[in-house]
């Protein structure tokens, strides 16, 4: 019987090792911490409960298939729940619009800001449906492009991608008002980019949450990483937690097998690596010439974004927040310049704020909500303190929020925070950057890591530093393509 080893238990590993379990595999996955789920974790404290990772579900159709192929169903294991509005947009200027899958709805909230951009929203809708219908296939539910990519898509249709405008020049050929921009906009922070850089082909993004709507797990988003881990070992996978790897074994130029913190070693016939791409090469690998000049290649790409997370736990029941929201910063552009060019965190950040209480009461005490706030973040840079500059910066979120009229400031009665240190010591994310490689450049589908290794034989990538990309869906199908590989190579026909 062939032998996987899956290095750890995020969404991607335990994706992977569903598919190779269903193909008569002999699947093994080792996770450091005490729970699978990698990114998509949970704390709970003070009886307030709050998801640390993602927290906007779309592509549901994804996390179908997975069970399909398992030969299970997705309502079995796990209840997805609508979610309306999709997210709650705040202005500083007090102007306030619903998201919404339905566009009666966000046509009259539309019109409020110019009434012209209803029939712009409507030709962007058209325009980003387009977009996923001529890239889907080839750069999102299929293996890494290659160059060769290009030839299954005719030339017109390649143009009509959009490959060589913004994102933000693309919207604004469509909408009018700033209002409208800035929300379209934001769409490149799910990939970590700035939609003044990332190419326009990546609005596809706004096609699956405006069109397809947004989930949410009963329970919390951990519920899908329960969901997979229950799967998993339904189908034979053995789970080990609190023992990750300390290293890839490699022979001849092949990966062997896989030591662990307590030094055992398991054999493999595959390795399925769910880590960081640059924090594989540099923690898990022999340090050979190879493996140090691909490292290096990896470090030299503009990282993605980090984030700055303050989890709280809040008395009172706050009417005007819906369970998704948006604080819009004053100065987009400027937000996007300190991030990314200045290395800084934004004085005038965006903060979001999911607040699952308003749909799962459980996960407060009565009276009280559960405040997930986060704001983008640069990637970890050389001399940059978190440690001293956390307690400042959070005063000047909790600032910005009271100017909206949210000032909780004497109602915290729980508190964590989580800076890009944190996230990477949690999880092993390279600098922190929580998508690996940056979005902001035209070449983006092809910088990202192949999911097979080039450097070791028989050693996969998954995760959402490697093809497609980050986000729930896309990390699913990273597993999905890895343990195609790894059959394909092992198994030819």
Not at 170 to 195: C, D, E, K, N, W
Not at 378 to 393: C, I, K, M, N, S
Request: net charge neutral; aromatic share 10%; glycine share 8%.
């Amino acid at each position: 019987m062939t032998q996987a080893i899956i290095i750890g238990g995020g969404i991607g590993g335990l994706s992977a090792a569903i598919r190779l379990a269903v193909k008569g595999w002999q699947v093994t996955l080792v996770e450091q911490n005490a729970q699978v789920g990698g990114k998509m974790s949970q704390i709970t404290a003070d009886g307030f409960r709050w998801d640390t990772g993602p927290s906007v579900i779309t592509m549901r159709h994804v996390l179908e298939d997975l069970f399909a192929v398992a030969g299970a169903r997705l309502e079995t294991y796990l209840t997805l729940l609508p979610i309306d509005p999709l997210t709650r947009y705040f202005w500083p200027d007090g102007a306030q619009l619903d998201a919404s899958a339905s566009l009666s709805e966000m046509a009259a909230q539309i019109a409020r800001f110019d009434e012209r951009d209803v029939e712009g929203y409507l030709r962007y809708l058209a325009y980003t449906a387009q977009i996923h219908r001529i890239t889907g296939s080839v750069f999102i539910y299929d293996h890494p492009p290659r160059p060769q990519s290009f030839l299954k898509v005719p030339l017109t249709d390649w143009l009509k991608a959009d490959p060589f405008r913004t994102m933000d020049a693309a919207i604004r050929s469509h909408v009018r008002s700033p209002q409208m921009r800035q929300m379209l906009g934001r769409f490149a922070t799910y990939v970590g980019g700035s939609p003044y850089e990332a190419p326009a082909t990546l609005n596809v993004i706004a096609n699956v949450e405006l069109v397809g709507g947004v989930w949410y797990p009963q329970g919390g988003i951990y519920a899908i990483a329960r969901a997979f881990e229950r799967l998993a070992e339904s189908v034979g996978v053995k789970i080990i937690t609190s023992n990750g790897a300390r290293a890839i074994q490699v022979k001849d130029g092949r990966a062997v097998g896989v030591t662990l913190n307590d030094g055992t070693h398991l054999d493999a016939d595959a390795v399925i690596c769910n880590v960081d791409v640059a924090t594989a090469y540099q923690r898990l690998l022999p340090q050979t010439d190879s493996i140090k000049r691909r490292l290096a290649s990896l470090v030299k790409h503009e990282p993605s974004c980090s984030g700055f997370v303050m989890l709280l736990g809040v008395e009172g029941v706050h009417n005007r927040l819906a369970h998704h929201n948006i604080l819009f910063s004053g100065d987009y552009p400027r937000e996007f310049r300190q991030i990314f060019k200045d290395r800084t965190p934004p004085d005038d950040p965006t903060i979001y704020i999911a607040v699952t209480s308003k749909t799962d009461p459980s996960h407060a005490p009565d009276g009280c909500e559960n405040w997930f706030v986060m704001v983008n973040a640069p990637a970890l840079t050389a001399g940059f303190d978190w440690a001293e500059y956390a307690p400042r910066y959070r005063e000047l979120i909790l600032s910005r929020m009271a100017e909206f009229g949210f000032d909780i400031r004497a109602n915290i009665k729980s508190e964590q925070i989580l800076t890009p240190t944190d996230l990477q010591s949690m999880t092993g994310a390279f600098r922190g950057a929580l998508y690996g490689a940056s979005a902001n450049s035209k070449w983006t589908a092809f910088k990202r890591p192949h999911n097979r290794c080039p450097d070791v034989r028989c050693l996969y990538f998954a995760g959402g530093t490697t093809h497609p990309g980050g986000g729930v869906p896309m990390v699913t199908l990273s597993g999905k393509v890895a343990a195609e590989l790894a059959v394909e190579d092992l198994e030819p026909s």
